[in-house]
């Protein structure tokens, strides 16, 4: 079950957001503001699960844990701009 958790929310990390917000206190402590947490939901919502869980279960940063972070910066900003190249691709077809 934590594995199919894991593929859900990488798969549909907005989706995941929502879910844990609603029926968990997942975000609860870590963020003192919202603003952070509605920029994540916005731009980087896998990186924004991934800092969250690292805060809430370990007491400091290591350098796996940042290799972990920026390899979820790297996997949105990959599901961020990954249409423009298939579009570029296709109208050169036609």
């Known amino acids: 079950m934590p594995c199919l958790l894991a593929l859900l929310a990488v798969a549909f990390p907005r989706i995941a957001i ?5 029926f968990t206190n997942f975000f609860a402590g870590v963020y003192h503001n919202i603003i952070i947490p ?5 731009f980087l919502p896998l990186t924004l699960i991934v800092y969250t869980y690292f805060q809430r279960t370990h007491t400091t940063m290591t350098l796996t844990q940042l290799l972990i972070i920026f390899i ?3 996997i949105d ?3 961020i701009g990954g ?3 298939y579009g570029r691709r296709r109208r050169d077809t036609i």
Not at 18 to 22: G, P, R
Request: hydrophobic share 75%.
């Open 18 to 22: 929502v879910l844990l917000w609603l």
């Open 38 to 42: 509605i920029l994540g939901f916005i």
């Open 72 to 74: 979820a910066v790297i």
């Open 77 to 79: 900003l990959g599901l």
């Open 83 to 85: 249409g423009g190249r």
